[in-house]
């Protein structure tokens, strides 16, 4: 990759956008995060801003798109891409690397957003392998701790059952698998199979088990240039990080600077520049990590307040709270029925103790569940997921026939126009939209699976309201919702608004440690953060960012981690916030 080429990154939930940025970070790539919003909501300020700073800089945008209408993400997708090259004519314009981050469970808009991609003739390399976390993609297949994706409950807060394999969750798409025994043959054997798929209009998507394996991938890919789009998970993007710096390190490029204030000075407490990535690629044992991330925290930053916010419906969250108010951590658990009445607001007590955790509240009347195979019993109440109802994309037709759809698959519609009106008719209790006369019904839903470790306990009552009945007139985008149903979406609007205010009431800084990319994104709304700047990772998906302003942010998928995720990641901002009062 030349030292001019610009890098598009593009994710659809704020932990994924991090965790690109953090994979693309290093002395010799630089990265930003840029929040973006609901598709037309952007303006000049946002086209100006994805320009880049420094040659060879990687822009990540956070869509905010994994839980809008599918025909909402794939324009998202085209905006991003017209806004970072507007001028067609440009001398860069066909110059720009495009990297798409999915989810690695294939959760979210995937086949509408690798539609938006594909359009124009550009062709598209899919990847979702993520070796690190035991997630890879064998015959086409995603397979978790070796067992397939719609074998698993990986999906148990979805309204769908999992796709059978990474074709089946494309839809109608026309795709073209690079077996393991291609990946691995010579780099122009996988590049002529690369080729093949884009010259027939196919999604290439590749069989990976090994972070060698995504290595080749990329490599393959980046021989065709930048008409290639790879998308894949953040496997895919620290693979791109490593043959970036190794490419970037033979021809000399400089050093990435510090993190800098609003005028673009150095922030007073910003964190100095991010250490080299191949610290979170070789993902080294967690003190090493605590470590690096604890040496990136500056002494003006040890005596503001930490607020972590617990979103996550993972059981393993409880734990994790547990085990950092053993540490000496103040816990606050939110009363779910007044976040949502919509009455007086729910306030925080002043932010006085070195770390505050906040977490949901069990509904009101909800009975309380035993824990699963013997993890600690909390009040915390799983996080509803606010998934919209499932829409039909149609993709833009293909040279060649299209492949046969896998079983259970709806029928694709002959028109290949898509429709980006909302129909969403909002009084409608299934969510469906009002354009189409007749329901398609996709998949009986499979029987829930037994209880593991990792299922969260389901409270018998009130219901859970998934739908997304947002109305677009409303200014807050909240739902209108059925009496007594609990809707997750205002929940995580109500959480936000409640922290937003906490921060606010504060005399100074406060850093944040944010659970669950709809949650992290939903609290820097509530705060006006649009934009954030890499400094490390403290252990695999718990990406330490600065804002402008030089405060630290800490963003983790709720599924990451290990009991001491949190307690780690308050020891690498605050080495000495809390005593340990227990060694387990």
């Known amino acids: ?160 059952p999992p796709p059978a394999s990474v074709a089946h969750a494309l839809g109608g798409l026309p795709t073209a698998l690079v077996p393991l025994t291609t990946v691995r043959a010579s780099r122009r054997t996988l590049l002529t199979a690369l080729r093949t798929a884009a010259a027939a209009g196919r999604v290439a998507i590749c069989d990976a088990e090994t972070d060698a394996d995504l290595d080749a991938v990329v490599e393959a890919a980046l021989a065709e240039g930048p008409r290639m789009r790879l998308v894949g998970s953040g496997g895919l993007a620290l693979a791109l990080g490593r043959h970036l710096r190794t490419t970037l390190n033979a021809i000399g490029a400089g050093a990435a600077p510090a993190a800098t204030g609003k005028r673009g000075a150095p922030a007073a407490d ?25 040496a990136a925290a500056s002494p003006a930053s040890a005596g503001r307040p930490v607020l972590v916010v617990v979103g996550t419906a993972e059981p393993a969250a409880a734990e994790q709270v547990r085990r950092l108010v053993e540490d000496g951590a103040v816990h606050h658990q939110l009363p779910l029925a007044e976040l949502l009445s919509g009455g007086a607001p729910v306030r ?21 569940p035993a824990p699963p195979h013997g993890a600690v019993a909390t009040d915390t109440a799983p996080l509803p997921s606010p998934r919209p109802a499932p829409e039909t994309v149609t993709p833009a037709a293909a040279p060649g026939p299209a492949p046969k759809p896998a079983p259970g698959t709806p029928p694709t519609p002959a028109s290949p126009s898509i429709d980006t009106a909302d129909h969403t008719g909002p009084d409608r209790p299934d969510g469906q939209t009002s354009k189409q006369p007749e ?86 709304d509530a705060l006006a953060v649009a934009e954030l700047d890499p400094v490390g990772q403290v252990h695999h998906g718990a990406v330490h960012l600065a804002t402008p302003d030089g405060r630290s942010v800490v963003t983790r998928p709720g599924s990451f981690g290990d009991p001491d995720s949190l307690r780690q990641i308050v020891q690498a901002l605050r080495p000495h916030s809390t005593e340990r009062k227990v060694t387990p």
């Open 1 to 160: 990759m030349a030292a001019s080429r610009r890098l598009l990154a593009i994710a659809d939930d704020l932990s994924g956008a991090a965790e690109v940025a953090a994979a693309l970070h290093s002395r010799t790539t630089r990265s930003r995060v840029l929040l973006i919003g609901r598709p037309g909501a952007v303006n000049g300020g946002v086209a100006r801003a994805l320009r880049p700073r420094h040659p060879g800089e990687a822009t990540v945008l956070d869509l905010d798109s994994r839980y809008r209408p599918a025909t909402e993400a794939a324009e998202a997708v085209r905006e991003a891409l017209r806004l970072s090259s507007p001028d067609e004519n440009a001398p860069d314009a066909l110059d720009t690397l495009v990297l798409k981050k999915i989810d690695s469970l294939l959760r979210g808009n995937v086949a509408a957003e690798i539609a938006a991609l594909a359009e124009g003739g550009a062709g598209v390399v899919l990847a979702p392998a993520l070796p690190i976390a035991g997630r890879v993609v064998r015959s086409g297949v995603v397979h978790l701790g070796g067992v397939a994706l719609d074998e698993s409950d990986a999906w148990r807060a979805e309204t769908l």
């Open 270 to 294: 910003a964190a100095p520049a991010a250490p080299p990535a191949e610290m979170a690629v070789a993902a080294p044992p967690a003190d090493m990590a605590v470590g690096a991330a604890s």
């Open 348 to 368: 925080l007590p002043p932010l006085t103790a070195p770390v505050t955790v906040v977490s949901l509240g069990t509904p009101s009347g909800a009975p309380d």
């Open 439 to 524: 329901a398609i019904s996709g998949p009986a839903p499979k029987p829930a699976p037994s209880p593991t470790p990792d299922t969260p306990p389901t409270p018998a009552s009130p219901p859970v309201d998934t739908a997304d009945r947002t109305e677009p007139n409303r200014p807050d985008g909240e739902t209108s919702k059925q009496p007594g149903a609990v809707s997750g979406r205002r929940l995580v609007l109500g959480l936000a608004r409640v922290i937003g205010d906490a921060v606010a009431a504060h005399h100074g800084a406060v850093d944040l440690v944010l659970t669950g990319g709809e949650t992290a994104r939903r609290v820097l």
